[in-house]
Every structure is written in structure tokens, then in C-alpha cells.
């Protein structure tokens, strides 16, 4: 991670020094790298992981060994995974990176009094984002939080390319299926479903997108996809993909749609945007076809569910590429020391622009490519109103 290095001095300024400091990300080896970088910065981090199905344990063992508490397994229930969260807000973490606002949330459901004492949260995706403007349209955000998502160097860059690539990658080494003239459904046509349609296409798939969004429904069209509804595009669908962030993108009701033999994997934050429940509760039976791939018996027709439905790059693979999380935990690092540096108002805050530009200037520097300054009648034609 040659960002995350670079930035080794800013991060170890004393900002972050004796800091309590709780990262909450899909614990595999790149998150360590980072609870690593944030540890050699002067903060005790406590680290915990943001889905049980994505917890590796050996990355646990070595965090542990390096000093580092860490609560979490891999595969535990909901519960388990909930008290895990909560003996990490036990610790009294300052500042927080966290992802999907796991941790967050449930401190402010079940620890309203350690809630109250956060001085900083810095979220890692989408659907974080999205819980944090909903606590603070009900005034319940009370300290500095920063949308690490929507930083430039994160959203742009993790979302399309990351994960369109080891979504694509991980939905092949599970199933050993050929993409080539495979008919793809990618429901949701967000910064991630742009990523999959293109992962898709490129290696040969015919895409459909289902959307909901007029502009993102246009957007895909003329990207050259076909667009259709969840009713007409599921019938012809080999492999439906979702990256809605919301619930119930295939729910109950699209089940009569499938294919016999379709492929259903998910790579949004949550386990519930394909309904495996209510699929489980209608198939006749449900067999262990393969590691990590279930297939659901629906009369005639089977249907085959990647990790249950869990984000399939992260639950069903190694996440997204090194170079990828280099420039999204470099926004994380450099958000947390911001945090812990004060002078961010409390409520919901954007990235600043001048840290983005740092990281992507640092990243093309690692890739030995210079850029041109804007010439000074440039900058003063861009500076004018009057031609
Ligand atoms: N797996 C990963 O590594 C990874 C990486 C980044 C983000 N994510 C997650 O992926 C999800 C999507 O992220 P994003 O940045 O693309 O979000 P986004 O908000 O840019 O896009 C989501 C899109 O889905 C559409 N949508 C919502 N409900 C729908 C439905 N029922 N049917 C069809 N379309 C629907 C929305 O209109 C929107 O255009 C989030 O949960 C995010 O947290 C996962």
C-alpha cells in the first residue's frame, strides 16, 4: 500500500497519539494493513468486522498478535455478531471507522450513553452514508462524522472498478461458469452496478440493468445496455447481480421470474437485498451444491444462491484488489486523522477536496506519472467572468 506509506509522517503529526480509535471494516488482510498503519500513528485500535461472513479469522490471530484487540469471528449469528460490535463500543472508542455504520448504529441503539460520548465517525460505504443522513435528519447526530464513501479517491474508484472486477472474478471461481455469452441482469445501475454491467460486458456477457432512477436508467441505455423492468429481465437471466443498497431487490415476489438455473449473487452491504429467506421458505428443498453456493429447488426450476446472499467479492473472495483499498484507506486514514485533529462541526461533512487531490497526486507518483500545472493565462481565464 504505497499511499497509505507515503502519508506514514502527516498520519504520525501527534493528532492521533493515545487516541482511542475503533475500525470496524471487513477484516481481512488490507483492513489489517491499515489498523496497522493507525496503530504505528499512535492510536489504540480496537477492530472488529463488518460482516461475520467476510471475518478472517487468521487476520484476527495476527492483529491479535501484534497487540491489537479485536472482536470478532468468522460466521457467527446476528446476535453474536451484534454483542461483538457492542464489546467493541464498550472500549469507549473516541473516533470511529466504520463501514456500513455497523458499529455506530447499534451503539446508538443499545449504548445511547457511549453514543453520546463519539467524537468523530468516518464511514467507509454507500449504505454507511446513507444511515448517517438519516440520523441526522432526526438530530441525531450530535458529533463530526465524514462521508468517506463520497470522497473522490473511494467512491470513484472502489465502487465501478474494485468491485465490478472481484465481484465478476469471485461469481466465476465459485461457480466455474464461462461469462461469455451469458445473459447478466445487474439490478442496480449505482457507481457499483456501472462497474459490474462493464466487468460483465468485457468479458463477454450480455447485460440487462434494472434500475428505478430515470437518470441511471438513461445513463445505462446509453452506455449501450439494454434496460428493462425486474419482470422482463429476470426470465432471460443467467446471473442476476445486485448493488441496490436497499433491501429486497429481489424479493419474494421476482422468485416466479427466475430461470431454471440461474445464479443469484449480491455485492451491496447487505445480506437482504436478495430475500434467501423467504426463498428458502418456498423451495421445496435446499442443497449444498458447491463451497459457498447454494441451490434452491423451486418445482422444476433450481435456483443458485452465492454465499447466502452476502456481498460475494468480500464473503465469496478476497475483496477488492490491494491497489483499490490503498487509495480507500488512505481517505479512511486521513479522514480519522482529521477527526482527531478537531475543528470538524458536528454533523454530516463531506471529504475535502485538497486530501483527494493528495491521494490521487501521491498515487500517480507511485506510478511514476507527472502531471502539467495550468498555465498562468489558464488560471486566470478560469479566474475571470470577463473573456
Ligand atoms: N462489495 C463491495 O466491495 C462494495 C463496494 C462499494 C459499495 N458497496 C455497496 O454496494 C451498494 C451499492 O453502492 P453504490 O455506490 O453503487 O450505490 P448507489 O446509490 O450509487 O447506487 C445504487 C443504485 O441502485 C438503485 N436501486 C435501488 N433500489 C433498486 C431496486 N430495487 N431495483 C433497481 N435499482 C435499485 C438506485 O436507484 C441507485 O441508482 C451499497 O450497499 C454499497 O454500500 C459494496
Redesign the pocket.
Known amino acids: 500500500m504505497p499511499v497509505l506509506a507515503a502519508l506514514r509522517d502527516r498520519l504520525g503529526d501527534g493528532a492521533l497519539e493515545g487516541r482511542k480509535l475503533a475500525v470496524v471494516v471487513h477484516l481481512e488482510a488490507k483492513t489489517a494493513c491499515l489498523v496497522l498503519a493507525l496503530q504505528e500513528a499512535g492510536a489504540h485500535v480496537v477492530a472488529a468486522g463488518s460482516n461475520p461472513l467476510s471475518t478472517q479469522d487468521a487476520v484476527c490471530a495476527a492483529l491479535v498478535e501484534r497487540g491489537i484487540e479485536v472482536h470478532a469471528r468468522h460466521g457467527v449469528s446476528q446476535d453474536e455478531f451484534t454483542a461483538d460490535l457492542l464489546a467493541v463500543a464498550e472500549t469507549g472508542p473516541e473516533l470511529v471507522i466504520d463501514d456500513?455504520l455497523e458499529l455506530t448504529r447499534r451503539t446508538a441503539e443499545h449504548r445511547p450513553d457511549l453514543y453520546e460520548r463519539l467524537q468523530g465517525v468516518s464511514e467507509e460505504?454507500?449504505?454507511?452514508v446513507?444511515r448517517l443522513r438519516a440520523l441526522e435528519a432526526e438530530g441525531r447526530l450530535p458529533f463530526p462524522a465524514i462521508a468517506a464513501?463520497d470522497a473522490k479517491c473511494k467512491?470513484m474508484f472502489?465502487?465501478p472498478y474494485?468491485?465490478g472486477q472481484?465481484?465478476l472474478t469471485a461469481l466465476l471461481a465459485l461457480t466455474n461458469v464461462l461469462a461469455a455469452g451469458r445473459e447478466f441482469c445487474i439490478?442496480?445501475?449505482?457507481?457499483?452496478?456501472?462497474g459490474l454491467a462493464r466487468a460483465a460486458d468485457g468479458l463477454g456477457g450480455r447485460v440487462t440493468v434494472?434500475?428505478?432512477?430515470p437518470v441511471?436508467a438513461l445513463t445505462a441505455h446509453m452506455d449501450g445496455y439494454r434496460v428493462a423492468s425486474?419482470a422482463d429481465a429476470l426470465p432471460d437471466a443467467d446471473v442476476v447481480i445486485t448493488?441496490?443498497?436497499?433491501i429486497?431487490?429481489i424479493g419474494a415476489d421476482a422468485f416466479a421470474y427466475l430461470k431454471d438455473g440461474a445464479l443469484l449473487a449480491n455485492?451491496?452491504?447487505?445480506d437482504r437485498?436478495i430475500d434467501v429467506p423467504a426463498l428458502a421458505a418456498e423451495a421445496d428443498e435446499v442443497i449444498d451444491a458447491r463451497p459457498k453456493v447454494k441451490t434452491y429447488v423451486l418445482g422444476n426450476r433450481r435456483v443458485h444462491v452465492l454465499v447466502d446472499g452476502a456481498?460475494?467479492?468480500?464473503a465469496g473472495g478476497d475483496?477488492?484488489p490491494i491497489e483499490i483499498m490503498d487509495l480507500s484507506f488512505s481517505v479512511q486514514a486521513l479522514s480519522a486523522h482529521l477527526l482527531a485533529s478537531g475543528g470538524v462541526p458536528a454533523g454530516l461533512n463531506r471529504f475535502p477536496d485538497e486530501l483527494d487531490d493528495l491521494i490521487a497526486r501521491t498515487k500517480l507518483a507511485t506510478l511514476g506519472i507527472e502531471l502539467d500545472d495550468p498555465t498562468a493565462a489558464q488560471l486566470k481565464f478560469r479566474a475571470s467572468w470577463a473573456v
Open positions: 456500513g460505504t454507500t449504505t454507511g446513507a464513501n467512491h472502489d465502487n474494485g468491485t472481484t465481484t439490478v442496480g445501475y449505482g457507481w457499483v452496478g456501472k434494472v434500475e428505478l432512477d441511471r425486474l448493488a441496490t443498497g436497499l429486497e431487490a455485492a451491496g452491504h447487505h437485498e456481498l460475494v467479492n468480500i475483496g477488492n
